[in-house]
Each structure stands twice: as C-alpha cells, then as structure tokens.
C-alpha cells in the first residue's frame, strides 16, 4: 500500500483490550505484539487492561475509553469466535455508532491465506462509537499480526493513500 513519504506522519493514541478467561496480562503474548507494533509505528499505547470474558465489564472499560478525549483507537484482542464466552462483538454492538463491516471482511480475506476455510470462525469486527474508532481481533498471536500487519499498519498511518482512519477522526462526528 502506498506511503506518501512527502506527509508528516501523524501519531494517534491507542487503547489495548485483551479479553480472555485463561490468560493474565503477563501472558498475553497477543498483547505483547500489538503494543510492540503500536510502540514500532510510532504511536502512543496510552492504556492497557485485561478483562474477562463480561459483556458488562467490556461495556464498561470501552465507554471509559471512549469518553476519554486522549484515546483516538481502542484495539482489542480476544473474544471473538462463536463459543458462549466469545462476547466481544456484542460488546462493540452496545456502544457502536457505526459498523465498519469492511474490515472484518478484509481481516477474513487476509486470514485465509494462513489458516483457510477456519476463518470462518472468526467474528473480528471494527466499529466507530462516539468518534473513536474499536478494532476486534481474535486472540491469537497470528491473527493480532495480520490484523495489525495486513489492516491497521496502513490504515492508523495518516500517509497512506489514497485514504486513511487518521484523515477521518476529525470528521467523525460530523453532524
């Protein structure tokens, strides 16, 4: 994807949710490569939390976020496949404004190419509430870096063309 190097690059603040019943924040090795890639980009990792696999609880820590004026992006890992404690999508559906239907279907498209027809089973997701932007990705250590790598890589990088999610954000909440 093409890089217009003549642009400033424009960091923004990022939010890290991992959601997982069996993991602690010092083994969230998804975790772990998404704040290295966010850190390597050259944008902010300005919070980062663990919760479990509650709606109420997600519901909860996103409306923080997103009410928080600082955070531009919410990235979240984990909760996304179709077993009954996979509720992450439901918790973006609560405090959605706008689905972003593309990028569940690209992150499907990129998948694909790793792990087959298994990416059906997958319900990442990304949605814009309030003027900030939420990315779900699955959480698996594979699936953060095709998200990152093959999505948000270019789309948070305010140089990309022929469009980005940073040229936006000042329009979100357009009227």
Sequence with gaps: MPIDESRTFKPINIALLTVSDTRSL??????????????????????????????????????LWIDEESVDAIITTGGTGLTGRDITPEALDAVKDKDIPGF?????????DKIGTSTVQSR?????????????????????????????????????????FVELMPRLLEK
């Design 104 to 112: 569940g279907e690209l992150f499907r498209w990129l998948s694909y």
């Design 26 to 63: 010092k083994e969230d090795t998804s975790g772990d490569i998404l704040a290295e890639r966010i850190d390597d980009k050259g944008h902010k990792l300005i919070y980062r939390t663990l919760i479990r696999d509650d709606k109420s609880k997600i519901i909860e820590q996103l409306n």
């Design 124 to 164: 990442a997701c990304a949605v814009v509430a309030r003027g900030t932007y939420i990315f779900a990705l699955p959480g698996s250590n594979g699936a953060v870096k095709d998200g990152w790598d093959g999505i948000l890589d270019t789309q948070l990088d305010s140089r990309h063309r022929p469009c980005n």
